[in-house]
């Protein structure tokens, strides 16, 4: 598969990380963090693990800190459908509408969690070009619109025997496609921040959304 654009939205953007943006070798990237760190503890922390990233897997130059930092940073706070959390997957759809779907349902979703009064937040959309031997799952267990217990199982379970990712029907906006990819290397260079949106929360939905640089907000379907 490859798609010559696809399509992200992301709520935080993470400040370019200069081990992933400069002309060093990724097989090098180790001993530069170790001596970076001796000078500043903290850096560790920007950069994440690389260790979840193999060395043939990884990508540098300019604009790669979009990219890598999904997957050096990820957590088990933060699972989604085809990962426990405990390793990094760059989600993204093959039109707009899949991309916004598929975000507003995860900000509802942790609005509703923390019980949220209204309010406003801004997201930023990526656009890039991705390709892999991606895994099409059309139908089944790991699209349940709620239970993502069987998706992360066959998540883990694919990413361990070294495929790249999942191509599935997007669950929030089924007439689209999404891609859940699992390695940086599937991910093309450039990756072009697009438009700026900015969500709007009433307390129990996100009903509106607002791209800037238009005249006026839009509905949520």
């Known amino acids: 598969m490859r798609w010559p654009i696809s399509h992200r939205i992301v709520r935080t953007i ?68 085809f990962s426990d959390g405990s390793y990094g997957v760059w989600y993204c759809g093959d039109r707009p509408e899949v991309a916004l779907a598929e975000t507003a349902y995860h900000f509802e979703r942790f609005m509703r969690a923390t019980a949220e009064p209204a309010a406003e937040a801004d997201f930023c959309e990526l656009t890039c070009a991705v390709h892999g031997n991606l895994t099409a799952v059309e139908t089944g267990p790991c699209l349940h619109p709620e239970d993502w217990s069987d998706g992360q199982g066959f998540g883990r379970d694919l990413r361990e025997a070294g495929g790249d990712g999942v191509l599935y029907p997007s669950v929030r906006h089924p007439a689209g496609l999404a891609a859940a990819l699992f390695w940086p290397d599937s991910v093309e260079l450039p990756v072009t921040r697009a438009r700026q949106l900015r969500y709007a929360w009433n307390g129990t939905r996100m009903h509106r959304y607002f791209v800037h640089g238009s005249d006026s907000w839009m509905a949520r379907g």
């Open 14 to 81: 993470y400040p370019p990380i200069d081990l992933f943006e400069d002309i060093a070798d990724p097989a090098d990237w180790e001993l530069l963090l170790s001596a970076a760190a001796k000078l500043d503890p903290g850096v560790r922390d920007v950069v994440g693990n690389l260790a979840l990233v193999p060395l043939h897997r990884r990508i540098a130059g300019p604009g790669a800190s979009l990219v890598m930092s999904v997957f050096t940073h990820a957590s088990r706070d933060r699972p989604s459908r």
